[in-house]
């Protein structure tokens, strides 16, 4: 019953920026990753950005230098720090997150219902 839940899209203008928040409540024994997709008008689903418990964050190539995946551990809560953003940003972005619930069980990803993000020149 984990549930994420998105905050802080909105529609901005060109080179601007946002910050888009996800908080994971319910039964969460550990977490072992975190992070963010989008997907734009008539386009499949794309990974963002993925921060890992032990290592270092990951980006799409569109989007290194610019966002800035950010993770807070003991609140299950994951920041996405948008900057410099473009027309093609514009997506709804999910997150998700891959959480084991109980000792005996194994890790499983979880996904939010999305927020809109609109760059607009």
């Known amino acids: 019953q984990v549930q994420l839940a998105e905050s802080g899209g909105g529609w901005v203008q060109v080179g601007g920026s946002l910050r888009l928040s996800c908080k994971a409540s319910g039964s969460i024994f550990k977490m072992y990753d975190m992070g963010w997709h989008r997907q734009a008008p008539g386009m499949k689903r794309e990974s963002v950005a993925l921060?890992?418990?032990?290592?270092?964050?990951s980006y799409q190539d569109s989007v290194q230098g610019r966002f800035t995946i950010s993770v807070d551990v003991p609140k299950n809560t994951v920041y996405l720090d948008m900057r410099d953003l473009k027309p093609e940003d514009t997506a709804i972005y999910y997150c998700?997150?891959?959480?084991?619930?109980?000792?005996?069980?194994?890790?499983?990803?979880?996904w939010g219902t999305g927020t809109q993000v609109t760059v607009s020149s």
């Open positions: 998700a997150a891959t959480f084991q619930t109980a000792p005996a069980l194994a890790p499983d990803t979880y």
């Open positions: 921060a890992f418990s032990d290592g270092v964050p």
